[in-house]
């Protein structure tokens, strides 16, 4: 088998829509019962997410004696991850019918944990970034 076929790379650099679940599980449509509230994604092995990392390693190496990080700043760690991650959204509301996708607007949608929790899932999901799963 040709493993190098299996490469989620460039699936990755280019995002998979991730269909949003409310908190209690039930997949959340826009107004007319149809169309699904997304969320834009990059893959954790797409060059951005990559470069997060490994800039975030190297400070870590790069420290002497022991990292400490607050909860409040993994946190925020976090919500600037999936910040990067975010590329777009489609029947998103913050506070009104649809709001324009912007990094301020995705701090604010990640300020809930639920929404975190599946971004996060999604982004680590390898599976999701082939070519056959973001084509369906």
């Known amino acids: 088998m040709d493993l190098l ?4 790379t460039d699936q990755a650099n280019a995002g998979v829509a991730m269909h949003l679940h409310g908190p209690d599980g039930v997949p959340l449509f826009k107004v007319d019962g149809e169309t699904p509230v997304t969320i834009t ?3 954790q092995d797409s060059d951005k997410l990559t470069r997060i990392m ?7 190496m790069r420290a002497r004696g022991p990292v400490t990080m607050t ?3 993994g946190q925020k760690a976090d919500i600037d991850y999936l910040v990067a991650a975010s590329v777009g959204w489609d029947g998103i509301g ?11 607007a995705a701090r604010t949608l990640y300020g809930h944990a639920w929404v975190r ?8 999901d390898r599976a999701r970034f082939t070519k056959a799963s973001a084509e369906s």
Request: no cysteine; hydrophobic share 40%; net charge negative.
């Open 5 to 8: 076929s299996l490469d989620v």
């Open 41 to 43: 994604l990059l893959g």
């Open 94 to 104: 913050l506070g009104e019918d649809e709001t324009a996708f912007s990094d301020d």
């Open 54 to 60: 490994n800039a975030r390693g190297n400070r870590h």
């Open 71 to 73: 909860v409040e700043q």
């Open 117 to 124: 929790d599946q971004a996060r899932a999604f982004i680590f």
